[in-house]
C-alpha cells in the first residue's frame, strides 16, 4: 500500500515562494508519473504539473507555465513543486497523485493547503 504525504503548504504574500514536497511510502514510485492538482474553494480540482518517470519530461497547465517547476528524486522517493511569483489566484488546497498505468495504481495524498494573500 502507497501511502502519499504532502507537505510545504502555508500562507505567503503575493510574489513569494513556497516548495511543496509529495513523499511515498510504502512502495517506490520510481515508476510512477507523479502529477500535482489543486482545488480552490468552490471550484473543481485542476491540473497543476506533470513530470514523467525517471529520465523523463514534465508538463505544466497554462496557468503556473514559468512559475512553478516540478522535479523528482527517485533516491529519497519524492517529488516537490517550487512555486514561485505567486498570486492570491494559486490559492488552493494542492494534491499529490502518483499514477502507474500498467499496474493499475492510482494514490492521492491528503493534500496541503496554500494562501497567497494580496
Known amino acids: 500500500q502507497v501511502q502519499l504525504v504532502e507537505s510545504g503548504g502555508g500562507l505567503v504574500q503575493a510574489g513569494g515562494s513556497l516548495r511543496l514536497s509529495c513523499a511515498a511510502s510504502?512502495?517506490?514510485?520510481?515508476?510512477?508519473?507523479v502529477r500535482w492538482y489543486r482545488q480552490a474553494p468552490g471550484k473543481e480540482r485542476e491540473f497543476v504539473a506533470l513530470?514523467?518517470?525517471?529520465?523523463?519530461?514534465?508538463s505544466y497547465a497554462d496557468s503556473v507555465q514559468g512559475r512553478f517547476t516540478i522535479s523528482r528524486d527517485d533516491a529519497q522517493n519524492t517529488v516537490s513543486l517550487q512555486m514561485n511569483s505567486l498570486k492570491p489566484e494559486d490559492t488552493a488546497v494542492y494534491y499529490c497523485?502518483?499514477?502507474?498505468?500498467?499496474?493499475?495504481?492510482?494514490?492521492w495524498g491528503q493534500g496541503t493547503q496554500v494562501t497567497v494573500s494580496s
Open positions: 513530470i514523467s518517470r525517471s529520465g523523463g519530461g514534465a
Open positions: 497523485n502518483a499514477n502507474t498505468p500498467e499496474l493499475g495504481l492510482d494514490h
Open positions: 510504502g512502495r517506490t514510485f520510481r515508476n510512477a508519473f
